[in-house]
């Protein structure tokens, strides 16, 4: 599925990131950008999801607290206009744990064990037996987050699928129990551009492992990043013949050079030889540099007015939460709880 | 603990029922006639836990929806005073919810397979791996309501002990968390009385069983259950000597007749023979019928005023709402999110 195919028919997205550090350049080719594009046609939310940040960070929350206002404020500096685009916050919305609570009913412990985004989350992050159990239950929360908005459409990497078909069932549940469409079921909108690999071409981009590029990085940290950005290791001399495949840098200038007819010939030519790594990483160091200049430059302003930031986060959490709240009044309704 | 030890000094008291079915005999000797002696000198608050009630009964939603308002009507009929008690819906407090977010991330999955009350219901349910997520996880939403009031002091059957310890344990994490006192752990009071045994001897007073004598049963009802009730099987003719160990009939005489030497000299007779089934139920059942009679017609008077029920549980979740929103408030502030 793709953007195009949604331009016609005004859909309900939601979307977000967990609050857990500032957002890189991964965030912004896999879902800015395409925030940015979707919030001219579409119902948009962004949820600034804390209370699921803290799910396996409760024994740190600043982790979580301190970057509540930089999340806001890359999705400022990258063109999300809050006009356009409601932004909340998780926290804000009591409706969404209210939800968690009645689907916690309608899902099996072994239902939750057989997610594989969790399972695989499971195993990265080492918690075998001792998973908390807000880490366990998260999908729950997650299909919570989605249906309190009636979400139809839900921007996702391929990884999260299992996530959508969670919610899926809940919803299928929900409105069984029901009689009726209560709660919509939403369709996943895959993002075209692939999983950006950290600087070292080990991982994925990962906010909090030192192998990104943030949003907010300073013109020296982009520059070291990139002087050392994992290229093709048996490139030695630059008259030799080198790869592109896996080449970070080459990944990057397909993923923000804008003229696409250049970069291919810059691969060409590094293929056949003669073309150096500090050419090529100058090249995408310029174009890098050019991109994020005013990225950060507005990305700073903002952070300078938190007042502002707290202002579009408290009023979008206040239409948020008049959103949820009619939400959790139908759910209720089914288990006929409407009774004060 | 017993309930003098308690009465020179003003406790926060959280209490309740899932609405899953009418009081019985068993809870008024067991919780309710407590209340009534608790609720001149403590701050007490008895929680109607709906959402609770739907762990194991999603799929069957009126059977709690359909209750709410009975126990309510039991509460007052007993002698429950709305002035004296706060009486709460707990689908009426947000906060509950959120709280069990936040305390979710506190206790692992393998931490609430341990829990015994837990483990054994689970048995009784016949669940296995069928576990709603909602119902291994309710251990913390009862931490989450106990100590949204901040409750020092909770009724409970000693089979009920491992979920206050539970609760204590998340109460030490956040206020470890903390760095200071947040929140109160509390301390069991175990009732005095020991558990009444169904009306066939074989189990617990269940609500659903058919085993029970209801607080709104009919004369006919009372008179039908006294009849069968299980007494001592060799006891086949009046002049033999008969046992009152595990003799219903005397179990129920012991828990509700007002004159305990009467008693006495009942089960000396019937232990030497001479005293038939016949006239001890006769005596049981007038005994029963006297003490219930009240209590029924005030119950059927409350029902009759079913916006009067509705008025009370209304004002005692309003009251309620401020004081676990106030609490709630606290523990946010340790994750760091007030910021809005």
Do not use: W
């Not at 490139?235 to 013949?241: A, T």
């Not at 590094?270 to 174009?287: N, S, V």
């Amino acid at each position: 599925m793709n953007i195009e195919q949604f331009t016609d028919k005004p859909e309900i997205i939601l979307t977000g990131d967990r609050a857990t550090g500032p957002l890189h350049l991964g965030h912004y080719i896999g879902s800015l950008k395409q925030r940015v594009a979707l919030q001219s046609v579409h119902d948009q939310t962004i949820l600034v999801a804390d209370m699921q940040g803290l799910t396996d960070n409760a024994h740190n929350p600043s982790k979580v607290s301190s970057n509540i206002l930089n999340v806001v404020a890359d999705y400022l500096a990258v063109g999300i206009d809050p006009i356009k685009t409601t932004i909340c916050l998780q926290s804000q919305l009591p409706a969404l744990a209210e939800l968690t609570m009645y689907y916690s009913n309608l899902v099996t412990i072994a239902r939750l064990e057989r997610n594989p985004t969790v399972k695989s989350e499971i195993q990265n992050k080492g918690f075998e037996r001792s998973i908390p159990a807000g880490f366990l239950t998260y999908p729950i929360s997650q299909a919570a987050d989605i249906s309190a908005f009636n979400a139809t459409l839900v921007p996702v990497g391929d990884d999260q699928l299992p996530m959508l078909e969670q919610t899926n069932e809940i919803v299928r549940k929900v409105n069984s129990l029901a009689g009726k469409t209560v709660l919509n079921e939403c369709r996943p909108l895959l993002s075209k551009a692939s999983r950006l690999p950290s600087t070292d071409g080990k991982n994925k981009m990962s906010k909090t492992m030192g192998n990104a590029i943030n949003l907010g990085s300073s013109e020296k940290e982009i520059s070291v990043a990139v002087k050392s950005m994992y290229t093709d290791p048996n490139h030695l001399k630059i008259e030799d013949s080198g790869c592109v495949e896996g080449n970070v840098v080459f990944t990057y200038l397909d993923a923000f050079h804008s003229d696409k007819n250049y970069v291919g010939q810059l691969k060409e030519h590094y293929q056949r030889g003669g073309l150096g790594d500090g050419t090529t990483k100058k090249i995408l160091e310029e174009c890098l540099q050019d991109m994020l200049r005013p990225i950060r430059e507005r990305r700073a302003e903002y952070l300078n007015d938190k007042a502002q930031l707290v202002d579009i986060l408290a009023k979008g959490s206040q239409v948020s939460r008049e959103k949820t709240e009619k939400v959790l009044f139908d759910v209720k309704d089914i288990f006929g709880l409407n009774i004060l």
